[in-house]
Every structure is written in C-alpha cells, then in structure tokens.
C-alpha cells in the first residue's frame, strides 16, 4: 500500500516537475547565471537611503498596529454571534460560514479592493489588514469562547442574565489571556501582511520595495529587506516576551 | 419506584410544597435513560439531601429542577406565593461555577445580572443597594476581607462561600447545591453545612446532592436515596435511618 502511494506520488511529481521546466537544463544554467548577477548587484547594500525608508517602515508598523486593532472590533462581535455556547446553530453557523468567506480571501486582495475604495494610501493597507485580521482573529476568538467552561455558563445563565451579561461576565474574563495573547501574535503577523499592502499602492514599505526591483535598484532593495527584517524580528521578540509573561501570570 | 410514590404521597402535604417534580424521565442519546420516572418534592425550610453512587443522576436531576435542561418527561411545578421574588431557585453547579478571573465581590454582583438592566450592568453600574447588599452577604458568611481577591487565590471553603453567597443575593427561596461539600475536609464541610442549616431557619429550602452519606444523619431533614436513575426510598426525619441501611438500599 506505502509502495503504491510513493510510487503514485512520485510519478506525480515526475510530471508536474517537467511541465513546470523543472528539468530544462539550459534554463536551469540561465537561471543560476541570472541570480549570480542579481546577487553580485544587490551587495553592498546602501544605507543612505536609511532614513527615507524609516518613514514608510514607520507607516507600516502603524497599518499592522491599527488594521489589527480595527480587525479586532470586527472580529468580537462576529465571534460572539458564531459561538455556539451562546447562539444556536443556524446563527452561529451563517456567521461562521462568513468568517471562513473572509478568510479565504488573500490579505493582498483586500489591498486591491480597499485601493479601489479609498485610493493608493495607507488608508487602504489598514481596512485590508483589519479584514484579513476578522478571518483568523474571529475563528480564534469563537473557539476560545466555546472553551469556556460549561458549568460556569450554566451557573451564572441560572441567575436570569441574558447573552450580552454572560459575554461581558463570563466569557471575556474567562479567555482574556487567550484572547490577548492571540491579538500579540496577529499584530506580529500583520507586520507581514502590511508589508504586502505597499505592493499593490496600500501604503508602507513594500511600495519601496516593488519600486526598487522595478528600477533595478536592488542595493536600495536588500537596504529595504534587511530593514524589514530587523523589525519583524525585533516586533517578534517583543510579542513573544509579553505572550510569556501573559501566559505565566494565567497559571 | 413504588415505594417512593407511596413516600412522595405519605411525606408531603402537597400544601407547603414549593416545588415538585412529577414524572421526571431524561435522556442524553434518546435511548438509555438516566432517570426513570424521579418524583421528588420540597418543603419550604426543610434540608433535603440526595444519595446516591456516581452516575445515579444526581446531577441530572438537579439541573432539571434548575432549569437548566429541560426534562425529556415530566414537570417541575414552582409554588411560591408572597414575597417580591427575584429568582425563586438558585442553582450551585459541582464545581461551584465561579468566574475565576474576577474578584469574589464581581462573583456575588453577577447574582444580581437578572434583575439589573442590561446596558448598567456592563459597564458594571450596580445599585449601591446591591454593592451593600452583596458586602453583608460576604461579611455574614464571614469572608468580607476576601471581597476584592480573585477566585483563584481562594482556598476551597473561601470558593464555596462565595458560590453561596452569589445564591442569596438572588434572594431565592430554593437553593439547589449539586455534590456540594464534596471538595472540602470534614471540619470545612460541616461550616459550609452550619451555614446552610441557617439558611434553612430563614425559610430558604436547600436540595443538596451528594455520595458522602456520612453526612446525612446528621444534617439532613429528609434524605432520598438513588440508584441508577431510580429513587430507591425517600427517609424523612433522617435520624431513624442508620448508615448501614443507607449504604445497603444506595449500592
Ligand atoms: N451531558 C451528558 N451527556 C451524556 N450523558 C451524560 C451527560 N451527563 C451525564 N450523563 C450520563 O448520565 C448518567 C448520570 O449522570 P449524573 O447525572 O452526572 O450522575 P451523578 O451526578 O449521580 O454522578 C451517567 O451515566 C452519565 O454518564
Ligand atoms: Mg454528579
């Protein structure tokens, strides 16, 4: 059975291999001398153009910043209504099968509708951020609220409260942690997500990005990638502290 | 079966009784059931107690005369005259159901969540009338100096005062208490079990679960005895019923 499945597999791959020109030797010798002169093009990399680039990578920390802040006021109340602790079925349902529509759309889609909208701008960057937030931060968030305790749900609706008391008493208390541990990490994601908007004219450092291969200016380019790099990881570093100190002062 | 309804008949002046339930049959999957038939009846002031091994339905039971599932057979009838009631049945669940994030304090106002208004209630605006109400309930129950600790730093007495008094701020005349001093040593379980003997004085009638039959004599008015869904035998002024015999009809 594992033999034919490998086998399978691997006539499979076989195929896609030399369709995809996987195997044309001469664009394979073509490709390597191409990037030997990319790469001879890209060092060194030039860091006068360093404070220029601080401002867009500014504007993209803010995109990440406020389109997740905004995805989160989306992102309650659609978890709220797609917890099936707290809705019945066909509500909770059709909200998640709304959910999951968002969250099949690429984060660089939102940046072209949201570019159609409100013009080339980081305007647009943050509405595309916040929306590809709601298709994850909402799923994360409507399963952390079913997490909840069942007996305390039980207990506390005893006393006669309605959804909204139990939302605010018992649920947000009870996944806080949760709920802002899982916020760091979209923040920490959106960083990557910001970056593509500039891709499409949605503000921030990846315009300057798309700009520089356009131009062949690939030492200004790798001058923008190092950047880019030290605050996702430093936004990493960072996030990954405070979800620790979370995380410990839940146990 | 037989013998209890002769008990149900013989024991209770259905006058002064303030809930009864008739003909109770639940079922979880729609083909075993895990009561058969469960007729029981509470007298106002009175401390029932109800024995039985694990996975005899007691908590079943209780969370049907709670409210909280709806039977598959058979009624509950509430018979409460006088009094501006608020919440007639107040319900502690085996683990107690508190918020564990939130303070005792928040624990005991949420009792209240069914008779503040909504929009007051969430941004936490209780009538002073409740905040007083909530700190003599906590000060009675002698953990006053606790009000601003969160569950979690509680020990299992302290939680359990709390699960009481977050019952009488609801002002109920019928508390039910599943498995409730299961948790706790044997000095602890008999203050919680003082406590509700004084409860009982104030005319609030108690249904307490347990499978610790050794405090039955000792506290109970009325003591019924479950098995497998059935109620076995129904024992009033409990003090003639030894141990032994409770065992023996329970096994
Ligand atoms: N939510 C549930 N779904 C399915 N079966 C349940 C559920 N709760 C309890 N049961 C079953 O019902 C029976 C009685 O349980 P329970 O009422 O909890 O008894 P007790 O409180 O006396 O231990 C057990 O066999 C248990 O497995
Ligand atoms: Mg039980």
Request: net charge positive; aromatic share 8%.
């Amino acid at each position: 059975m594992t033999t034919i499945v490998v086998g399978v597999l691997g006539a499979l791959g076989l195929v896609s291999f030399f369709h995809l020109g996987l195997f044309d030797l001469s664009s394979l010798l073509r490709a390597a001398s191409n990037l030997r002169q990319f790469i001879l093009e890209t060092f060194p990399p030039q860091f006068e153009i360093l404070p220029a680039l601080m401002h867009a990578i500014w504007e993209t920390i803010q995109i990440s910043f406020a389109g997740t802040l905004l995805g989160l006021f989306l992102s309650l109340p659609l978890a709220f209504l797609a917890a099936r602790n707290l809705f019945g079925r066909w509500v909770a349902g059709a909200v998640r099968l709304i959910v999951g529509g968002i969250r099949t759309v690429p984060s660089i889609l939102f940046g072209v509708i949201f570019v159609i909208a409100f013009g080339l701008g980081p305007t647009a960057g943050t509405w595309g951020v916040a929306l590809y937030t709601v298709g994850y931060l909402a799923k994360l968030y409507y399963e952390a609220f079913e997490a909840v305790d069942v007996e305390v749900i039980e207990a506390v609706k005893s006393t006669g409260c309605n959804r909204l008391q139990l939302f605010r008493f018992v649920i947000v208390p009870e996944t806080a942690n949760t709920m802002i541990s899982q916020l760091l990490f979209m923040f920490e994601y959106n960083i990557r997500a910001s970056t593509m908007m500039g891709f499409v004219g949605a503000g921030g450092i990846g315009y300057y990005m798309v700009g520089y291969v356009q131009m062949l200016q690939y030492q200004h380019l790798l001058t923008t990638l190092i950047l880019t790099f030290l605050v996702v990881m430093t936004i990493d570093y960072l996030s990954l502290r405070i979800r620790s100190v979370i995380t410990v002062a839940k146990n | 079966m037989i013998e209890h309804t002769q008990g149900y008949d013989a024991l209770t002046n259905p006058s002064d009784a303030i809930l009864s339930a008739i003909g109770i049959e639940h079922s979880y999957d729609g083909k075993t059931n895990v009561l058969s038939g469960v007729n029981v009846t509470l007298r106002q002031g009175s401390l029932v107690m109800v024995v039985g091994r694990s996975a005899s339905g007691k908590t079943t039971l209780v969370k049907i005369l709670a409210n909280v599932i709806k039977p598959t057979r058979g009624q509950v009838n509430l018979k409460i005259n006088g009094g501006h009631l608020t919440r007639p049945i107040a319900y502690i669940p085996q683990h107690l159901g508190l918020v564990r994030n939130l303070t005792s304090l928040d624990n005991v106002l949420m009792g209240a969540l069914g008779y503040t208004p909504t929009w007051r209630s969430l941004i936490k605006k209780f009538d002073r009338g409740v905040y007083d109400k909530a700190m003599d309930i906590l000060s009675e129950l002698g953990i006053k100096d606790k009000a601003e600790k969160k569950i979690w730093h509680l020990s299992g007495g302290e939680r359990q005062r709390v699960a009481i008094a977050r019952a009488l701020i609801q002002n109920p005349r019928i508390i039910l208490a599943d498995e409730f001093v299961a948790q706790l040593d044997v000095i602890t379980a008999m203050e919680i079990l003082e406590i509700m003997k004084k409860l009982v004085q104030r005319n609030i009638a108690l249904l307490v679960t347990t499978h610790d039959v050794s405090l039955v004599r000792k506290y109970a008015d009325r003591v019924i005895m479950m098995n497998k869904g059935n109620i076995l035998d129904t024992h009033d002024a409990s003090q003639d019923i030894s141990l032994e015999e409770i065992l023996k009809t329970i096994q």
